[in-house]
Nanobody, 121 residues
Framework: QVQLVESGGGLVQAGGSLRLSCAAS????????MGWYRQAPGKQRELAAA???????SYADSVKGRFTISRDNAKNTVYLYMNSLNPEDTAVYYC???????????????WGQGTQVTVSS
């Protein structure tokens, strides 16, 4: 069983940056695909970024070139570096883990509680 805890959310002005962290515990996620999903009020949850066990990444078109997902296997942690933020990035961001380490197009079994990101204009 994997527990995921997100941190790093907050309020930032448009054009600013944030780094989100997802700390996994319970077992190593070295062989898991990891992802960040986000959900804005009144909208469906969507993939923002994902990374496979071997480091292949996938990004939503809306965040390409601005967000970077990375992982530190020694720390059992995944990061989302968010740059050039705009108000459309405002959402709750959820960490996800998938024991199928190759799958980066759909969410896996484990979810964190989410962290709020608010971008002001």
């Amino acid at each position: 069983q994997v527990q995921l805890v997100e941190s790093g959310g907050g309020l930032v002005q448009a054009g600013g940056s944030l780094r989100l962290s997802c700390a996994a515990s319970g077992r190593t996620v070295i062989n898991y695909a990891m992802g960040w999903y986000r959900q804005a009020p009144g909208k469906q949850r969507e993939l923002a970024a994902a990374i496979s066990a071997i480091g292949i990444t996938s990004y939503a078109d809306s965040v390409k070139g601005r967000f970077t997902i990375s992982r530190d296997n020694a720390k059992n942690t995944v990061y989302l570096y968010m740059n050039s933020l705009n108000p459309e990035d405002t959402a709750v961001y959820y960490c996800n883990a998938d024991s199928r380490g190759w799958r980066i197009d759909l969410p896996g079994e484990f979810w964190g509680q989410g962290t709020q990101v608010t971008v002001s204009s």
